[in-house]
């Protein structure tokens, strides 16, 4: 296998910063209730009674920050657009970027709203429910975003923007795509859902669009309604079609809509993305690049929290393909990445170096090719 190339230009990362407090709580100290027909868990705190914990420790942590670390070790020199408070989070927030050796030139200090703060719970799968206090990081406005010049900047990745932030989104993309740079997005769910139109409307502009699978299923009213139904049902080659992974075949269901992955994405590509992704948590992640469908399969991991899995995963992807590397490696290496993260309690212990990344992507493609580790199929 060729070496992976090395990420070394400069690049933006644009989005929260906040503190996260995470507490993981044994087992048997909190109830967990599943509901079968809506494929929901909940944990249950008692009213009144303190609840013995096997850890409470802080980190910083937020899409914007998480990506920028992300970015900065794989190699890329690193400036953040990220808004805090002067105060106690602020400057633990400023502290950690310094560390990490992002660059502070476009972190606005504000002085009537605190920085960003997230409660994680974490029992039994691992999987937090977080109480989020967002802060300081719904305050950005187009000032903010006019004051940067762009041109210096190779990537431009954008995480989600909270609340109102999101109303920026737009002029970061005008910006970014004057500027002529590899721009890469991973919005969240609350902007699909009240901004769809204004985010559907700057497709064209994005090179690299990374959702999951609940992100995708919001947008699906919007996809059918824009298109005949013949564009609907595109076809797959597969040797094997019983082999196919649970997505693949069941698609979308979203209020009263449904969807093929398939036809979904390659919806979202015709709108301008050079590189659609949908992520399905545990179960793997879709990549389409032209008329070739890339499936990743889910890795073995031994899972001790799962924030930031998505920021690693989809700002490796960019990095790796923005340096020029093959679809089907950096897909392989941003799962190798995302695994890392989930590996530990916090969004940044366990990202990876360039160097450490190389190493794994080498030691589990030294006896393989990368068709035995990605799957693909022709879609045109």
């Known amino acids: 296998m060729p070496a992976l190339r090395h990420p070394t230009k400069k690049a933006l ?6 503190i996260d407090i995470i507490t993981v709580i044994a087992d048997n100290d909190i109830e967990l209730m599943t509901l079968h027909n809506q494929t929901s ?8 009674r303190k609840i013995e914990s096997e850890s409470i420790d802080d980190y910083v942590g937020g899409g914007g920050a998480n990506t920028a ?7 890329m020199e690193m400036d953040i657009l990220a808004l805090i408070k002067e105060d106690l989070n602020g400057k633990k927030i400023r502290r950690r970027l310094e560390e990490e050796n992002i660059g502070l030139t476009h972190l606005q200090i504000l002085t009537q709203v605190g920085s960003g703060v997230a409660v994680h719970v974490s029992s039994h799968d691992r999987n937090a429910a977080i109480f989020t206090h967002r802060g300081a990081n719904c305050c950005l406005d187009a000032d903010m975003v006019k004051a940067i010049k762009f041109t210096p900047y190779e990537l431009v990745y954008i995480t989600n923007l909270s609340n109102e932030s999101a109303d920026q989104f737009p002029l970061i993309v005008s910006r970014a795509q004057e500027a002529d740079c590899f721009i890469a997005s991973n919005p969240g769910i609350r902007q699909l859902t009240r901004r769809s139109e204004d985010f559907l409307s700057c497709l064209p502009a994005i090179n690299l669009l990374s ?3 609940v992100e995708c ?3 699906i009213p919007h996809l ?3 298109h005949q139904p013949k564009a609907l049902h595109p076809t ?4 094997d079609p019983d082999s196919l992974p649970p997505l693949l075949v069941n698609g979308f269901h979203f209020a009263g809509f449904s969807m093929g992955l398939l036809a979904a994405m390659k919806i979202l590509a015709a709108q301008g993305p050079d590189y659609v992704v949908i992520t399905d948590g545990s179960k793997g992640a879709y990549l389409l690049k032209d008329d070739i469908l890339y499936y990743c399969p889910p890795m073995e991991v031994v899972m001790r929290g799962s924030a930031g899995a998505g920021d690693s995963f989809s700002s490796t ?3 790796l393909i923005s340096a020029g590397n093959a679809p089907d490696v950096s897909l392989y290496a941003a799962s190798l990445n995302a695994v890392s993260v989930i590996s530990e309690v916090d969004t940044q212990t366990g990202l990876l170096t360039f160097d450490q990344l190389s190493q794994a992507v080498a030691r589990d493609l030294g006896q393989k090719t990368i068709t035995q580790q990605i799957t693909q199929w022709d879609v045109s």
């Open 69 to 75: 670390v992300c970015m900065g070790r794989l190699g």
């Open 217 to 219: 299923e919001a947008l």
């Open 317 to 319: 992807l960019a990095s």
């Open 13 to 18: 990362s644009i989005g929260s910063v906040m």
């Open 236 to 239: 797959i080659a597969a040797a």
């Open 41 to 48: 868990s909940y944990l249950m705190l008692e009213q009144g």
């Open 211 to 213: 959702i999951n699978k």
């Open 224 to 226: 059918v309604s824009s």
